[in-house]
């Protein structure tokens, strides 16, 4: 099946600082990739579809501005979140569609998913 | 008006039991598929099972199936022969619109917790 990596697992950040969280499609190309964020015993949360070589669309209440999206490749997109303070804590975690599944060819397969600290 | 609901803040089974985790969903657009989802502890999320709205069978993958009554706007999941490993969260989603658009709505989620 699509196998996909988010990079890092987990981090700790001081408040104030920039953090890049990247997501990687191994054995296949990925034209869309998601971000979603999910916090503690809640639903996930689409923040924005990223599309290879152009911009990404932000869900409504998403600041483009602090969650800079990158996808500059199609194996890899990158979150930013810019300035982090504390309540951008959260679980992020990317899928992205595998459009050679010919039965399912929308279906999303998730990275293991990043837990990002602000202290 | 929420997309997907699912009802069962948590479930409680016995191993090998038979279980269900229910989900009913809100659309007007006569494409859409439903999925399901598992979350374990570690935060993967799991692909487990797709219904398409215009297919006319239940979809099944091996102990998973899903029960589609498109009338009643529900496609819940059973989980057949339950063992320990399936304790999880597990989360219902849709897209809405034919195959090609993007955004999956998830609902809430059900934990399911699996006794031995």
């Known amino acids: 099946g699509a196998v996909v990596s988010q990079h890092p697992s987990w981090v700790i950040c001081k408040s104030g600082t920039s953090v890049k969280i990247e997501c990687r499609s191994l054995d296949f190309q990925a034209t869309t990739m998601f971000w979603y964020r999910q916090f503690p015993k809640q639903s996930l949360m689409l923040m924005a579809t990223?599309?290879?070589?152009?911009?990404?669309?932000?869900e409504q209440g998403v600041e483009k501005d602090k969650f800079l999206i990158n996808h500059a490749s199609l194996t890899l997109s990158t979150l930013t979140v810019t300035s982090a303070h504390p309540e951008d804590s959260s679980f992020y975690i990317c899928?992205?569609?595998?459009?050679?599944?010919?039965?399912?060819?929308?279906?999303?397969?998730f990275g293991p998913g990043t837990r990002l600290t602000v202290l | 008006a929420q997309k997907i609901t699912q009802t069962q803040p948590g479930m409680f089974v016995q191993e090998k039991e038979a279980v269900t985790l229910d989900c009913t969903y809100d659309?007007?657009?006569?494409?859409?598929?439903l999925f399901w989802y598992k979350q374990p502890s570690s935060g993967e999320m799991i692909f487990l099972i797709y219904q398409g709205s215009y297919d006319q069978q239940n979809a099944t993958e091996g102990r998973y199936s899903l029960n589609f009554q498109k009338a009643r706007k529900s496609a819940n999941l059973v989980i057949s022969a339950s063992q320990l490993g399936d304790s999880a969260m597990y989360f219902c989603a849709m897209r809405e619109g034919p195959q090609g658009a993007q955004k999956l709505v998830f609902g809430q989620g059900t934990r399911l917790t699996i006794n031995p």
């Open positions: 990223s599309n290879e070589g152009s911009k990404a669309t932000y």
């Open positions: 659309t007007s657009d006569p494409s859409y598929g």
């Open positions: 899928s992205a569609r595998d459009y050679r599944a010919e039965q399912t060819p929308d279906t999303q397969y």
